[in-house]
Structure formats: structure tokens, C-alpha cells
DNA sequence: CAACGAAGGATTGCATCCAACCTACGACGC
DNA sequence: GCGTCGTAGGTTGGATGCAATCCTTCGTTG
């Protein structure tokens, strides 16, 4: 453990992406500092931090709201997801991949292709699909040696819900799909073929998007409650 | 004026980007907070908020310093702002402009127009030109109507140092050249040709990164004082 | 002479206290 | 009855004080 500042930050967008504070709710500052035994100190340097990173929106004199995110949104920042993906996959490919980056992305295509290879689909299964997925993108990503992009990158990770969604989405076929993807492109940057690599990633990615955002759609209709209106009802 | 707090981190983001604080130095709270004329609190809430910027960068219990960027950082970044450019076109032509930001777009190109026909260089065409330049960029980036692009736009443009540097390596030959691209540029998107309006946007951008980090490697040699050898010279 | 260690100063981290603001409820006047 | 003003509660913004950590420097020892 580090400094308070630090745990709660982690602690709160760990929650938020979780999305144990609902889109729009308001973040009682006295609340959070009870809730996880600090003072407002670090739940103020945390919220701040929060902000800045886009999971929170901040409005001076009146606090902190979580930021709720429309089907729309999602298809926007996977609109931006993908041609970054497909840029750092081009990049990958341009510079060539050092041989320690090439063997962890061989393992990678590996064990995916063993998990499809095995037919089977359950929670175990998708975790570790889970983690194969995630590998490669963040291996092939680093492979394209450019910091700023890797930066980027993560921020558009941060989107509160999606992950538990990606329980949802993935099934069999989908991750032998995305697995034969990450085979062609991997060899697609092994061998160099630039402008290949990149469309494939950035297909990819897209395609991984426009399903999210049709489960995303699917939750948002049953998110209507709103309405102020109890006077009206006497 | 809003809360202290806002103002210092506009004020410290003003002054990094403006290199009043060299790269790499450390920001020392109490320093700034007697500087400001506030106290350590709405510091440290700004400094906060500048670190998850990328502006700077954070150590617990050492704390924050300026992140300082190589030229290569500045390539690698406009590798990113090129692509990101090029995408937010795109956007637009697909989607069409609305009548606003034709008209907009019209008036700013035809202002550029003017400036590149006037035939003459000098700190108040550099200033319009700066204007016409940024407004350009700007319109288009809003009428790709993504908000998470054009946050991460925004964020790709805060480089320390860079704003000096624009003004340096403009001149004539630059404007005519930019003024050019706008023209095509907003021609491609008027014409909806979407592929076409991403590779010249894209082009664009480029072009001027890779004159930006021209510059910046130039005055890369001169800063490497470093050595703390004040030992040796006894 | 070099290297390790301890003490002091300096700086950051956190909690608490007070001020400013925003909001909501109630009273008063029209 | 309705609108408006005022006040009180609650929430955020900021300042200060103290604890914890780090860095530097000086002293000691091998």
C-alpha cells in the first residue's frame, strides 16, 4: 500500500467501473471518507484525480457526478478504440517486433488457440479468454513503442460497466472469432504487411465494439425511470 | 473566477505549457502555494488534476514533477494526433456538415484565403493565421460530433513548450502551404469524399508535426547541462 | 579515503476546523 | 392560494497543524 490518496483512488474507480455508483449519481464527498475510514483529505485529491481522468464530471460549489455513458458514447469511443488499435498495430508491424515481444505473442495466439481447441465454454474458460484477449492487445500495443498511444489507449479502457458486459458478450463463437483474428494479425505484422495489420486490428477492435454497443443498447431501455414528478401524483 | 482550486490549475497548466517550469524540474507545494497566494490545499488539488492530465508526473511521498518530452515523445505523439485528425474528418464527411459549420468552415478558409493574399509575415498575420489555424482544427474536431475524440484531441495537444515553438516555425511558405491543405480539406469534406478527406487531414497534421519535431530536435542539443559534479571541481 | 549510518531539515500526507455556497423548507406578504 | 423572501441545514472549498516520509549532510568507522 502507498499513500491513502492512492488506495482510494484505485478503491473508487475500481467501484465506479464496476458501476457500484450509478451514471449521474452524485458522489457524497462526508460519505465515501466514512464508507472507506479516511478523512475527506484523500477522497478529495482522489475525486479531483477522478475527474481529470473523465470518469467523474465536476461542477464547482456543487460536488462530483459519475459520468453515465450512452450507446452513442460507446460507439464514439470505439470509433476512436479502433483506428488507435489499428494504428499502434501498424506501427508494431513497421518497427518490427523484438523477439521477446514476438514470443509472448506466439504463446499468446497459443493458448488461445488451445482454449478453442478445447470446445468447451464456461466461467473458468472465459477467464482465462479473459486474460489471453487482454495480453494481446496490451503486448501488441507496447510492441508499437509509442507512449502517448499506450496512454490514450488505457484512458479509452476506462468505461464504467463494460467489463462485466464483456462476461456477457463473449461466448464460444465469439472468442474462436476473435481468436483467428489475433492469429492473422499476428502474422500480418510478423511479416511485416503494414497496411494489413492495421485494417485487421482496427476490423477487429470495430467489430468487438459494434457488439457492445448493441448490449449496451439492450441495457438502456430498461434505465428510464427518471422523472420528478411525485407532486403530480396527489 | 470560479474556486481557488480551478484557477491554480488553470494558472500552473498556463505556466508547464508555457515552460515556465523546465522539464523534469520538481513542483514544490509550499513554493507555488506563497507564489499563488493560496494555500497548499488548492495546490495540491491542481497538481492532482495535472498529473492524470500527463502534464506531470507523481512519486508518493517525493511528489510531482514536470514530465519533459524528447523528440521522439513529440513524433510519437503527432503519430497519434495524425491519425486522430484524420479520423475526426472523416467522421464529419461521413456524417456531413451541418449548415453552421459549412459556414463556419467557409468564413475561416476564405479568412486564410485573405491572410495568404495580403503576401505579408509579420507577428500580428503570425497571430491571425494562429487564429484562423486553431479555428480550422477546432470546427472540424466538433463537427466529427465524437466527444471522446475531441477530448483526447485536446489532451494530445498540451505539449510544454509548443505553443513558443509554433511561432517560430511558422512563416509565410507554412501558411500558404496549411492554408492549401484547409482548402482541400474542407473541399473533401463538403464533397463527402470521406477516404479522401482522411488521408489529407492526416497528411496534414503529419506534415506539421514532423516540422514541429524538426524544431524540437534543435533545441534538444542545447539543454544537457545535467552533471551534478560540483565536487570534482575542488 | 571510502563507505556506511544516523540525525537534522525539508517536504509531502492527512486530519480537523472554519468559511462560503447551494438548496430546501417554511413563513410572510400580496 | 400563490409567489417571494429569509433562514437553517447540509455540502463543498480552503487553511492550518501535526505526523510520516524522504533526502541531505555530517560524523564515524573500517
Given at each position: 500500500?502507498?499513500?491513502r ?45 477522478l ?76 477467464e ?18 509509442n ?16 467489463n462485466?458486459l ?69
Open positions: 500500500m502507498a499513500t490518496g492512492l488506495t482510494v483512488t484505485r478503491a473508487v474507480r475500481e467501484a465506479i467501473l464496476n458501476g457500484d455508483y450509478p451514471g449521474g449519481g452524485r458522489m457524497n464527498e462526508v460519505e465515501l471518507a466514512t464508507t472507506l475510514g479516511v478523512s475527506r483529505t484523500p477522497i478529495r485529491a482522489a475525486l479531483s484525480t475527474a481529470a481522468e473523465g470518469l467523474l464530471s465536476y461542477t464547482p460549489n456543487s460536488g462530483y457526478v459519475v459520468k453515465s455513458y450512452t450507446s452513442q458514447d460507446i460507439s464514439g469511443i470505439y470509433d476512436v478504440r479502433s483506428t488507435l488499435e489499428g494504428l499502434g498495430t501498424r506501427l508494431a508491424a513497421e518497427r518490427g517486433l523484438s523477439d521477446a515481444a514476438r514470443g509472448q505473442l506466439h504463446k499468446i495466439v497459443q493458448d488461445g488457440a488451445e482454449l478453442v481447441a478445447g470446445g468447451v465454454w464456461n466461467d473458468a474458460v472465459a482465462a479468454w479473459e486474460q489471453v484477449n487482454n495480453s494481446f492487445h496490451r503486448v501488441m500495443m507496447e510492441a508499437a513503442a507512449p502517448h498511444l499506450l496512454f490514450l489507449m488505457q484512458k479509452s479502457r476506462e468505461i464504467p460497466l463494460l462485466q464483456k462476461f456477457r458478450w463473449h461466448d464460444f463463437d465469439v472468442m474462436a472469432r476473435s481468436q483467428e483474428d489475433h492469429a492473422t494479425i499476428f502474422e500480418a505484422v510478423t511479416l511485416r504487411q503494414v497496411h494489413r495489420a492495421e485494417a485487421l486490428a482496427c476490423e477487429h477492435v470495430f467489430k468487438s465494439g459494434a457488439r457492445i454497443v448493441e448490449h449496451w443498447r439492450k441495457t438502456e431501455v430498461a434505465k428510464r425511470p427518471s422523472g420528478a414528478r411525485s407532486k403530480v401524483a396527489a
